[in-house]
């Protein structure tokens, strides 16, 4: 099982990124799949989740708004759309999967928002 994310890098603020993370190992279709991230000093916290049944969402009130989370089950990835990009925003990212009492992490990619 992996999940490898993608994407993240430097950004100014106001400006937008789009994080994926592929799996492999599973077949996504059957997972709930969340983004979280961790500032630095800062516990990790939830960025957005989607179910896998119907693919409702679910966004921290800090990125309302500005993100959105999405799902391509053909190519077994997930996507985080960042846009109006803050410097708070400055976190390691990670994807995750979770079905039943399966639950997968990926490594993390960076994302900075500075000028």
């Known amino acids: 099982v992996q999940l490898q994310a993608s994407g993240g890098g430097l950004v100014q603020p106001g400006g937008s990124l789009r994080l994926s993370c592929t799996v492999s190992?599973?077949?996504?279709?059957?997972?709930?799949i969340g983004w979280f991230r961790q500032a630095p000093g800062k516990e990790r916290e939830g960025v957005s989740c989607?179910?896998?049944?119907?693919?409702?969402?679910d966004y921290a009130d800090s990125v309302k708004g500005r993100f959105t989370i999405s799902r391509d089950n053909a190519k077994n990835t997930m996507y985080l759309q960042m846009s109006s990009l803050k410097p708070e925003d400055t976190a390691v990212y990670y994807c995750?999967?979770?079905?039943?009492?399966?639950?997968?992490w990926g490594a993390g990619t960076l994302v900075t928002v500075s000028s």
């Open positions: 995750t999967s979770r079905s039943g009492g399966r639950e997968y």
């Open positions: 190992g599973f077949t996504l279709d059957y997972y709930a």
């Open positions: 989607m179910s896998s049944n119907d693919g409702g969402t």
